[in-house]
């Protein structure tokens, strides 16, 4: 029910977005640590949704899962909080990144969204400075180098 919803979303949103998301879904087995690997059909139902949707995960920078849990003396660790975003959003934020943040006393971890900005220029320009701006106004300016 909850891809239908959105899928719905999706198709009455024609502009490019994303989503930070709880989906309870893994995208691959490597999304899973220590308990059995999980089964094909699990990740299929998130997959199918991102590429019905023309979405994509964000690229994650550091540790991967997002959600722990101890049973029977094994700690289990799942990639369940994922940031996607459509391709169109992706193309005009092609920088950003997800990062998780340390597990403290919930079961989940924060996400943090960090977006690397490019310098499209590298060109110093001068100081331009006419003394007679100051003269006009009577103040006398002093310029040091930092």
Request: charge should be positive; charged fraction near 15%; include cysteine.
């Amino acid at each position: 029910m909850f891809y239908k919803h959105l899928l719905q979303l999706h198709s009455v949103i024609d502009v490019p977005s994303y989503l930070v998301v709880d989906f309870n879904e893994i995208a691959s087995p490597n999304d899973k640590l220590g308990s059995p690997a999980p089964s094909v059909s699990r990740s299929q139902r998130l997959n199918n949704f991102l590429n019905r949707t023309d979405a994509e995960a964000i690229q994650i920078l550091g540790n991967i899962f997002t959600w722990k849990k101890q049973l029977h003396n094994h700690l289990i660790y799942e990639r369940l909080d994922i940031f996607i975003a459509r391709n169109d959003w992706a193309i005009l934020y092609p920088n950003v990144v997800e990062i998780q943040e340390v597990f403290t006393c919930f079961n989940h971890c924060p996400i943090i969204v960090a977006m690397h900005l490019q310098h499209f220029s590298t060109k110093t320009f001068p100081i331009r400075f006419q003394n007679f701006w100051c003269k006009v106004q009577n103040v006398k300016l002093v310029i040091s180098k930092v």
